[in-house]
C-alpha cells in the first residue's frame, strides 16, 4: 500500500463519497481538498462536515486548484467524460474512483453487490445474514456509509458487503472482491452511456476484472446478457436462478431454497418461511444465501436470518392504508426494470406515480402490465410529458408538477382496495435530492390525508 502521508489528493464531489474519501484522506496522513461544482447552499450539511474536520473545498465551479495534487479521487456522480476529468488526465495525474481509493485499505473480506435493480435489498440482506450469525458486517457503499467512512473500522474478521453501482466502477483499478455478485443486468443509466447499453453492461462486469481463482463470482444465471459476458472471468463461478433444471450453486426446489457446492445438496429454508415476498426477491435471498455458504455461514443462522428480514425503506414499502386504500412507497425504483416488478408484486388495481428525470427509459418493457394492472397513471416531473405521449393510447394519464397535489389527486381518484403505488421509473433530482428524499416527502403527504 502506497503511503499517502502528506500526499496532496483532490477530491470531486461533495456527497456522501466525496466527503468519505475527504475523511480518510485526513485520517491517514494525506492532504484533502474537496471541489464540487453544485450550489453551495445545496451543500451546506455536507460541506459542514468538512469544517468539523479542517478540510479545505470549494463549491460553485472547479479551480484550478483541484489540478495541484498528486491524485484526483471520483465521487461517483461524477461522469468520465466530465471536463475536470478529461482535463487531469491530460495533466497525467492518476484519476481513480473512491470505491478503489477505499479498497487499498481494506483488511476485511469484501462482498461486492452490483446489477441494475435489487442492489440495496440483496446488500442489506447480506449484512443482516451475516450479523445473525455473530460476524460483524458493514453495509457500505452506495447504500449506509461511503466504503471510505468503514474502511479503517473494519478488521479481517469482519465483511463488508458493498452495494456498487456501475458509476463507482468506472475509474477502478485493482479493485478485488472476495465475492462478486452481479444480480441482474438490464437498461439504465444510458444517458451517461452514450445510449449503449453494452457499454453499460460492461461497466458492471467490471466488479469481477481484478478476481483471480481465490476469489468467487456469484451470479444470475437466468440473465442472457450475463451468461454472454462470464467467459473470461476468473473466479470461481457460482450460478443461482430460478430455472428449475439449475440443480447447481443456488435455486429453488419443490419450494425451498437450496444450495449445492461440490456435489453436496443443502436445504436452506423454505419459500413460505422466507420474509418477502416475490420472485425478483427470491433472486436476491439466492445471492446471499451463495455468499453466505462460500464464506461458511451455517445453515441455521442462513434460515434465521431470511426468517427476520423486515426489508428495505423505499422499495415497496407500506406506507399505511386509509379507508381501503395502500399507499406503496417504491421511489427506489429509478428505473423500467425495476417497475416491472413492482407492477407484477399487486393483484389489486393500481393508481401509478411515474416520473423524474429520465434516464433513456424505454417503456414498451411495462406497457402490457400498466395496460392490465394500472387504473391511471400519475405522471410526475421532468418527464412527465414523455410518459402522458407513450402511455396516452393505452391508459388515462395525468400530469402534475407538484407531489402533494399529485398524490391528494390519487388518493381522490381511487376507490376501495385499490393501490396508489409510487414506482417512478425515473431520477429523482428534478424535483429532490435524491430518491430517498422523494419517498420521505411522498409518505409525509401520505400521513397527512385525513
Request: hydrophobic share 40%; net charge neutral; proline share 2%.
Amino acid at each position: 500500500m502506497t503511503d499517502y502521508t502528506d500526499k496532496k489528493i483532490s477530491i470531486v464531489g461533495a456527497e456522501r463519497s466525496g466527503i468519505g474519501a475527504a475523511k480518510l484522506c485526513k485520517k491517514i496522513g494525506a492532504i484533502p481538498f474537496v471541489s464540487d461544482s453544485g450550489d453551495e447552499q445545496k451543500l451546506s450539511k455536507r460541506l459542514g462536515e468538512l469544517n468539523t474536520f479542517g478540510i479545505e473545498y470549494e463549491s460553485g465551479s472547479h479551480s484550478e486548484r483541484i489540478y495541484d495534487c498528486d491524485l484526483m479521487v471520483l465521487s461517483p456522480g461524477v461522469p468520465s467524460s466530465s471536463k475536470v476529468v478529461k482535463n487531469a488526465l491530460d495533466k497525467n495525474i492518476e484519476v481513480i474512483s473512491e470505491l478503489e481509493f477505499a479498497s487499498y485499505f481494506c483488511k476485511a473480506k469484501i462482498i461486492g453487490i452490483t446489477g441494475t435493480n435489487g442492489k440495496t435489498t440483496s446488500t442489506k440482506l447480506c449484512e443482516h445474514t451475516f450479523s445473525t450469525a455473530g460476524i460483524k458486517c458493514f453495509a457500505a457503499g452506495n447504500v449506509g456509509l461511503a466504503f471510505s467512512e468503514v474502511v479503517l473500522e473494519a478488521t479481517e474478521n469482519d465483511v463488508i458487503a458493498l452495494e456498487i453501482s456501475s458509476f463507482q466502477l468506472d475509474h477502478i483499478k485493482k479493485f478485488r472482491p472476495d465475492v462478486a455478485i452481479i444480480l441482474n443486468i438490464t437498461p439504465d443509466h444510458l444517458d451517461r452511456y452514450e445510449n449503449n447499453f453494452m457499454k453499460y453492461a460492461s461497466a458492471k462486469m467490471r466488479i469481477t476484472e481484478n478476481q483471480t481463482h481465490d476469489d468467487y463470482f456469484v451470479y444470475n444465471s437466468d440473465d442472457n446478457i450475463i451468461n454472454t459476458m462470464i467467459s473470461g472471468v476468473k473466479a470461481v463461478k457460482v450460478r443461482f436462478g430460478l430455472n428449475e433444471n439449475l440443480h447447481e450453486g443456488c435455486y429453488i426446489l419443490n419450494n425451498k431454497f437450496h444450495f449445492e457446492e461440490n456435489k453436496k445438496d443443502q436445504e436452506i429454508i423454505s419459500v413460505k418461511q422466507f420474509a418477502l415476498k416475490g420472485k425478483h426477491n427470491y433472486l436476491n435471498a439466492m445471492s446471499v444465501i451463495a455468499a453466505a455458504k462460500l464464506l461458511n455461514l451455517k445453515n441455521t443462522d442462513i434460515k434465521k436470518a431470511m426468517q427476520t428480514f423486515s426489508g428495505v425503506e423505499h422499495r415497496l414499502e407500506f406506507v399505511r392504508e386509509l379507508n381501503g386504500i395502500s399507499f406503496i412507497n417504491d421511489s427506489k425504483a429509478t428505473n423500467v426494470d425495476s417497475v416491472w416488478y413492482a407492477l407484477q408484486s399487486f393483484k389489486n388495481p393500481l393508481r401509478l406515480i411515474l416520473g423524474g428525470i429520465d434516464k433513456g427509459n424505454d417503456y414498451e418493457r411495462i406497457a402490457e402490465l400498466v395496460i392490465k394492472n394500472v387504473a391511471k397513471i400519475y405522471a410526475i416531473g421532468s418527464s412527465a410529458e414523455k410518459i402522458e405521449k407513450f402511455f396516452k393510447d393505452k391508459v388515462e394519464v395525468e400530469c402534475f408538477t407538484d407531489m402533494n397535489i399529485c398524490v391528494n389527486k390519487a388518493y381522490q381518484d381511487s376507490k376501495k382496495n385499490e393501490v396508489i403505488l409510487l414506482s417512478p421509473a425515473c431520477a429523482s433530482f428534478d424535483m429532490f435530492n435524491n430518491y430517498e428524499h422523494r419517498g420521505e416527502v411522498f409518505k409525509e403527504i401520505v400521513m397527512s390525508i385525513n
